[in-house]
């Protein structure tokens, strides 16, 4: 497949991404603003921020690693699937141990909350925990679709299965509230129930159709799923094993990293239950389009750039055509993700309040709640930046380089706790996103000067994506004026008129910022029509 053809799949692949994490944005957006009507904030703490820690963790720490090797493209993407299959199956007894290991802490070492505000915590970590292993079930079948580009089946598989959760999220809240925790329990159950047996329907009519034979699918009945050695053949493929336990420590400090100020919530109880749910709350709504639209381009490009380049490997020895696809598309995410963060820095700052009186009242927009939102539009250019930046180091480190930066991600992890604590001691809940934004800057760094040193032989010079023109800075610099000098004037207390007219008037100045996008990042502008855009790209063809 040549690394045009890789390209078109891969933004095939983001775009469907980002439709499904704005479906899944939006049903969560929703379904919060319902719950917070039926339950408490304690409640609501305790399972987006207590227990969606316990799940994450363990489907994280339990495929993250696996995910990352098996869809390298080190050795030219012929991997021997036999052997990738039987390794991938190893993340399920995993799972079951991070599981069992990770439910004792949290029933034992860790403050349950009050059994009359919060109640059947126990049962619900078990479940949860159970749910999370479950999900593992797909682990293989998940990767080869992603290795060969079955976009619509995550798309479906991962709607119907979000869908089944909201739908009995919503019936269980309204009709059996003094359930409590077992609520969400069966709901994340269902969730990952469903998605499990999407991709087992899937390729049990995939696998003996005539499109899987004349596609040269490497399997061809469900029972080669099923681990075993084939032809005398070692039973992993050991090198790939090694690079799995490089991402595997790798992975360890990432989630530290990513999850970092629920770790600290969790462990060091800086935050009662309730001010944990505002804060997460606040957190979410803050992160909607950096998970519906960062997360899904940083997920689709690695595999992009995992496949194109040649891991490990001088930018000189490598096929110079893919190489200048590579660097081109690098320099046109970084310049689409840094205008789509300034835009979210410069109107989140001066929308957070009205924003969150809209979506829940005074109880999110008095007190913290505005300030929380305000500093994490800011931090949400960082955290597109290093999505980005990381994408690409990801995929052209070798293992020793993922080695050493293991080093720097260990640095990184024990700063973040310390600020993490410290700031939040002395600025509440604003002290997680300052931390957050100090280690993202730190991230970013180091991947800016190893993007800087891997394409410094070669004509290509990629980070100038990072360098917004002229026009767009003024643009940017007046529109975050006036819309805050409307917040002002017009917000929030003066009624619903009042409020139309300061959006009526952030409207007007983001039509400016996007004609200063289209006059000036011509190159940008080509490029989210004809790779990320499908409708624009089957126009072409």
Same mark, same amino acid.
């Given at each position: 497949?040549?690394?045009?053809?890789?390209?078109?799949?891969?933004?095939?692949?983001?775009?469907?991404?980002?439709?499904?994490?704005?479906?899944?944005?939006?049903?969560?957006?929703?379904?919060?603003?319902?719950?917070?009507?039926?339950?408490?904030?304690?409640?609501?703490?305790?399972?987006?921020?207590?227990?969606?820690?316990?799940?994450?963790?363990?489907?994280?720490?339990?495929?993250?690693?696996?995910?990352?090797?098996?869809?390298?493209?080190?050795?030219?993407?012929?991997?021997?699937?036999?052997?990738?299959?039987?390794?991938?199956? &190893?993340?399920?007894?995993?799972?079951?141990?991070?599981?069992?290991?990770?439910?004792?802490?949290?029933?034992?070492?860790?403050?349950?909350?009050?059994?009359?505000?919060?109640?059947?915590?126990?049962?619900?970590?078990?479940?949860?925990?159970?749910?999370?292993?479950?999900?593992?079930?797909?682990?293989?079948?998940?990767?080869?679709?992603?290795?060969?580009?079955?976009?619509?089946?995550?798309?479906?598989?991962?709607?119907?299965?979000?869908?089944?959760?909201?739908?009995?999220?919503?019936?269980?809240?309204?009709?059996?509230?003094?359930?409590?925790?077992?609520?969400?329990?069966?709901?994340?159950?269902?969730?990952?129930?469903?998605?499990? &047996?999407?991709?087992?329907?899937?390729?049990?009519?995939?696998?003996?159709?005539?499109?899987?034979?004349?596609?040269?699918?490497?399997?061809?009945?469900?029972?080669?799923?099923?681990?075993?050695?084939?032809?005398?053949?070692?039973?992993?493929?050991?090198?790939?094993?090694?690079?799995?336990?490089?991402?595997?420590?790798?992975?360890?400090?990432?989630?530290?990293?990513?999850?970092?100020?629920?770790?600290?919530?969790?462990?060091?109880?800086?935050?009662?239950?309730?001010?944990?749910?505002?804060?997460?709350?606040?957190?979410?709504?803050?992160?909607?389009?950096?998970?519906?639209?960062?997360?899904?381009?940083?997920?689709?490009?690695?595999?992009?750039?995992?496949?194109?380049?040649?891991?490990?490997?001088?930018?000189?020895?490598?096929?110079?055509?893919?190489?200048?696809?590579?660097?081109?598309?690098?320099?046109?995410?970084?310049?689409?993700?840094?205008?789509?963060?300034?835009?979210?820095?410069?109107?989140?700052?001066?929308?957070?309040?009205?924003?969150?009186?809209?979506?829940?009242?005074?109880?999110?927009?008095?007190?913290?709640?505005?300030?929380?939102?305000?500093?994490?539009?800011?931090?949400?250019?960082?955290?597109?930046?290093?999505?980005?930046?990381?994408?690409?180091?990801?995929?052209?480190?070798?293992?020793?380089?993922?080695?050493?930066?293991?080093?720097?991600?260990?640095?990184?992890?024990?700063?973040?706790?310390?600020?993490?604590?410290?700031?939040?001691?002395?600025?509440?809940?604003?002290?997680?996103?300052?931390?957050?934004?100090?280690?993202?800057?730190?991230?970013?760094?180091?991947?800016?000067?190893?993007?800087?040193?891997?394409?410094?032989?070669?004509?290509?010079?990629?980070?100038?994506?990072?360098?917004?023109?002229?026009?767009?800075?003024?643009?940017?610099?007046?529109?975050?004026?006036?819309?805050?000098?409307?917040?002002?004037?017009?917000?929030?207390?003066?009624?619903?008129?009042?409020?139309?007219?300061?959006?009526?008037?952030?409207?007007?100045?983001?039509?400016?910022?996007?004609?200063?996008?289209?006059?000036?990042?011509?190159?940008?502008?080509?490029?989210?029509?004809?790779?990320?855009?499908?409708?624009?790209?089957?126009?072409?063809?």
């Amino acid at each position: 497949m040549s690394s045009q053809d890789v390209l078109k799949n891969a933004s095939t692949l983001a775009s469907y991404n980002v439709l499904l994490q704005v479906m899944f944005r939006v049903l969560t957006f929703l379904l919060n603003a319902f719950t917070l009507r039926f339950v408490s904030k304690e409640l609501i703490g305790v399972v987006n921020v207590r227990l969606t820690l316990l799940y994450s963790t363990l489907v994280f720490l339990s495929r993250e690693a696996f995910r990352k090797a098996c869809l390298s493209g080190s050795d030219g993407g012929k991997h021997n699937w036999r052997q990738v299959i039987n390794l991938l199956w &190893l993340t399920l007894p995993l799972g079951a141990l991070s599981g069992a290991m990770l439910a004792a802490v949290w029933l034992w070492l860790l403050e349950a909350p009050d059994p009359q505000s919060v109640p059947f915590y126990g049962p619900a970590v078990v479940l949860f925990a159970l749910a999370g292993v479950q999900e593992l079930l797909a682990e293989p079948l998940w990767v080869l679709a992603q290795a060969h580009m079955f976009v619509r089946l995550k798309v479906v598989a991962e709607s119907l299965a979000m869908l089944a959760k909201c739908s009995m999220t919503v019936v269980l809240v309204v009709s059996a509230r003094e359930w409590g925790l077992y609520i969400f329990s069966a709901a994340h159950l269902v969730y990952t129930g469903v998605l499990v &047996l999407c991709y087992v329907i899937y390729f049990l009519r995939f696998l003996p159709s005539k499109e899987a034979i004349e596609s040269n699918f490497p399997l061809r009945n469900i029972g080669e799923l099923i681990p075993h050695r084939v032809n005398g053949e070692p039973l992993l493929d050991w090198t790939m094993a090694r690079l799995t336990w490089s991402f595997f420590k790798q992975s360890f400090l990432k989630q530290i990293l990513t999850e970092g100020e629920r770790y600290v919530m969790t462990f060091l109880n800086v935050l009662s239950f309730g001010d944990q749910g505002i804060y997460d709350i606040v957190n979410n709504l803050g992160s909607m389009v950096a998970r519906f639209i960062f997360l899904p381009i940083e997920e689709s490009f690695y595999v992009f750039f995992a496949k194109v380049l040649e891991r490990g490997r001088h930018v000189k020895n490598q096929k110079q055509e893919d190489v200048g696809v590579a660097a081109d598309v690098l320099q046109c995410l970084l310049k689409l993700v840094l205008v789509i963060g300034l835009i979210i820095a410069v109107f989140g700052y001066a929308y957070s309040r009205l924003a969150l009186d809209i979506y829940g009242g005074s109880l999110l927009s008095s007190g913290a709640g505005p300030s929380l939102l305000q500093c994490y539009s800011c931090y949400v250019l960082l955290l597109a930046v290093n999505g980005v930046t990381e994408c690409f180091v990801f995929a052209a480190m070798s293992q020793e380089e993922v080695d050493k930066y293991n080093l720097v991600m260990l640095a990184l992890s024990a700063s973040f706790l310390f600020l993490s604590y410290t700031l939040t001691r002395w600025a509440g809940g604003v002290g997680f996103i300052l931390a957050n934004c100090l280690n993202m800057a730190l991230r970013i760094t180091h991947s800016v000067l190893y993007i800087r040193h891997y394409f410094l032989p070669s004509p290509w010079k990629p980070l100038r994506g990072l360098l917004p023109t002229p026009l767009l800075c003024l643009a940017l610099a007046v529109s975050a004026a006036v819309t805050l000098v409307s917040e002002s004037v017009f917000c929030c207390d003066g009624g619903w008129l009042l409020r139309l007219v300061h959006v009526s008037v952030g409207a007007v100045c983001l039509l400016f910022v996007l004609g200063a996008v289209l006059l000036t990042e011509t190159q940008l502008v080509v490029f989210v029509r004809t790779q990320l855009l499908p409708h624009y790209r089957k126009k072409r063809a």
